[in-house]
């Protein structure tokens, strides 16, 4: 991998890393407002997180002409391992940390699959960039543009799940660093980026599906006002709408 090509990477995700601070504007809002507001934003991360699913992630598993079998075996693999993730969470949250009931668990699934997702995105604005740089700068345009609903969804999930509005924004930047990760991974395996990415794609396919149906949803039933549940419907719906568009910026 060129030098050029490294620096460009490393300068994108700089940028994509920091978009993951949009939630900063959340800070200036009254707490009750914003407790008033998490469970909306919960639902604009549903529809952003499915949307990024059928909309993003399994038509590259598809055009990347994958092995059907393995790419369906590794989405189930991907949603066991947050399965298995959040029991162990869970385990720990009752038996390890009896006095400390108020971070749900969902919080820290949320967080684990935020960061793999960040992780492929340093590693796919990095492979673009060994291609050429007006693609390297194409896949970083479509990334912040992707990363902005889905940032300010995740940052709700973590505050209406236990976190402090600061602490929640603290963790969203934690995970978005992981992208530079994903770009030290493609120097040191450049030859095998793809096949690397191909794998990853679907586990993490797998994670967001059961992070938006598993933990997300059921949260949304909490409250069953018409008022309340036609409010979080438009919300997915515009996450949803929001990925939909996205597709034509590739």
Do not use: C
Not at 93 to 113: E, F, M, R
Not at 171 to 179: C, P, T, V
């Amino acid at each position: 991998m060129e030098n050029s090509s490294i620096v460009l990477s490393l300068i994108s995700v700089s940028i994509i890393s920091f978009v993951s601070l949009i939630g900063a504007v959340y800070l200036v809002i009254k707490r009750d407002i914003l407790e008033k507001t998490t469970l909306f934003l919960v639902s604009l991360a549903v529809g952003s997180l499915f949307g990024d699913v059928f909309f993003h992630l399994l038509p590259h598993i598809y055009k990347s002409g994958s092995d059907e079998f393995l790419s369906s075996l590794l989405i189930i693999i991907g949603i066991l391992i947050f399965f298995i993730l959040e029991k162990f969470l869970r385990w720990r949250h009752v038996h390890l940390a009896p006095h400390d009931q108020s971070i749900k668990p969902v919080a820290y699934t949320n967080i684990v699959g935020d960061a793999l997702h960040n992780f492929i995105d340093g590693m796919l604005v990095s492979a673009s960039y060994m291609v050429s740089i007006e693609l390297g700068i194409a896949t970083t345009v479509t990334v912040i543009l992707h990363e902005i609903p889905q940032e300010i969804g995740d940052f709700g999930v973590l505050v209406h799940s236990g976190f402090t509005p600061k602490k929640a924004l603290v963790f969203n930047f934690l995970s978005a660093i992981s992208s530079f990760l994903g770009v030290l991974f493609v120097i040191l395996i450049s030859k095998e980026t793809e096949d690397v990415v191909d794998l990853l794609i679907p586990i993490t396919a797998g994670g967001f599906i059961y992070i938006a149906g598993s933990d997300l949803i059921p949260e949304l039933h909490h409250k069953s006002d018409f008022k309340t549940s036609a409010y979080q419907m438009i919300f997915m719906l515009v996450g949803i709408t929001l990925m939909a568009l996205l597709v034509h910026i590739h």
